[in-house]
């Protein structure tokens, strides 16, 4: 089984920043794609960026130019750095992984994902 154990969120004030932590721990496994979904009240679960095992990077466009994913392959971590943070990026932050990489327009649904983690709650305030 794997486990992954998000970390790093909080309260901000809008245009602040923040950076996010997922480790993952337990059985040995190659994540193909690492991802970060987010879940706003009373709204679904979206999609925020995902990295391959490769490095390489895709984001919504919700978050495109201010957000950057990134992973430490050595740490079994994935990082998202948040920065210019809006009130609209208040959410619940979630880490997946997947063990396949089936394409970008299959990977942003959270179907997808084998793995999950708890969640962080993220709070912009205005």
């Known amino acids: 089984q794997v486990q992954l154990v998000e970390s790093g969120g909080g309260l901000v004030q809008a245009g602040g920043s923040l950076r996010l932590s997922c480790a993952a721990s337990g059985r040995t496994f190659n994540s193909a794609a690492m991802a970060w979904f987010r879940q706003a009240p009373g709204k679904e679960r979206e999609f925020v960026a995902c990295?391959?095992?490769?490095?390489?990077?895709y984001y919504a466009d919700s978050v495109k130019g201010r957000f950057a994913i990134s992973r430490d392959n050595a740490k079994n971590t994935v990082y998202l750095q948040m920065n210019s943070l809006k009130p609209e990026d208040t959410a619940v932050y979630y880490c997946?992984?997947?063990?396949?990489?089936?394409?970008?327009?299959?990977?942003?649904?959270?179907?997808?994902?084998?793995?999950w983690g708890q969640g962080t709650q993220v709070t912009v305030s205005s």
């Open positions: 990295i391959t095992s490769g490095a390489g990077t």
């Open positions: 997946a992984a997947s063990q396949l990489w089936l394409g970008i327009a299959t990977m942003r649904r959270l179907t997808k994902y084998d793995y």
